[in-house]
């Protein structure tokens, strides 16, 4: 499973976990999966950590725009609009891979409004997403 369904303890988060091998598919279906999920609060802010060792190869950024704005969407017309936020963990800012998912992020950005951010680790990137 490409995603694990996880809340913060003060549940004013939905998270997605995105890890391991993100394929084109995968991306679509568990954001499906995750917006029917009985523990998704679509009221909630709504984040997709990115694991920094994911194998980003059949990454399809297209799709992603597309899922997110989707989700976006739904949401919107559901409750009337939530935040999603993007935290890219990466083990190391100099991983070429997560740069340049960065750089191509960038544009993701600009056309669904989802902000992107990488983080060193867990903590910090919660901290931000709880800002």
């Known amino acids: 499973m490409p995603y694990k369904v996880d809340l913060s303890p003060d549940r004013k988060l939905n998270c997605w976990w995105l890890t391991g091998h993100i394929v084109t598919s995968d991306i ?22 990115i694991d920094g060792q ?27 609009g939530v935040n999603i936020r993007c935290a890219i963990l990466s ?20 056309t669904t409004g989802v902000e992107f951010r990488i983080f060193m680790n867990e903590k910090t990137a919660m901290n931000w997403l709880l800002d």
């Open 91 to 110: 083990g190391s800012i100099a991983d070429q891979g997560i740069l340049g998912l960065w750089e191509a992020l960038s544009s993701v950005g600009e």
């Open 54 to 80: 994911a194998d980003l190869s059949a990454f399809d950024l297209s799709e992603f725009r597309n899922a997110l704005a989707q989700v976006k969407t739904q949401n919107q017309s559901i409750r009337g």
């Open 28 to 49: 679509v279906s568990s954001m499906a999966e995750m917006a029917a999920h009985p523990e998704f609060l679509p009221d909630r802010n709504t984040i997709v950590f």
